[in-house]
């Protein structure tokens, strides 16, 4: 009983430190949302449609770039849920969503 609790302990801290390094989100599903719900205003590639770069400018951060991806998970989604132009799109979030979403965006990293 020891052995196997002394086996088990380093198995069980380990998955504990590194789940969450890997994120709380499904990439496949937040692509699949950000296709459908994101993708006409921040492009395919996450760096905007050219409406929206003109529109916003230096305001409009490329998602795969290094300042956005260099955020937190939890700052990404405060910043999605206080911008003026996402407020209706809030709404209709599913719990779980917006997790994905920035799951999908992480593998926009350049």
């Excluded at 050219?50 to 990404?76: N, S, T, W, Y």
């Excluded at 911008?83 to 809030?90: F, I, T, Y």
């Amino acid at each position: 009983m020891l052995k196997t609790l002394r086996l088990l302990v380093p198995v069980v801290l380990a998955a504990i430190i590194l789940v969450p390094a890997f994120g709380a989100g499904d990439a496949e599903k937040g692509k699949e949302l950000y296709m459908k719900r994101c993708k006409s205003c921040h492009a395919e590639d996450g760096a905007g449609t050219p409406a929206m770069q003109k529109k916003f400018g230096e305001k409009l951060l490329p998602l795969g770039g290094k300042e956005v991806q260099a955020m937190k998970d939890a700052e990404i989604a405060k910043k999605f849920n206080e911008a003026a132009n996402h407020k209706a799109l809030v709404k209709t979030l599913q719990p779980g969503d917006l997790d994905n979403v920035i799951a999908f965006i992480r593998t926009l990293k350049k």
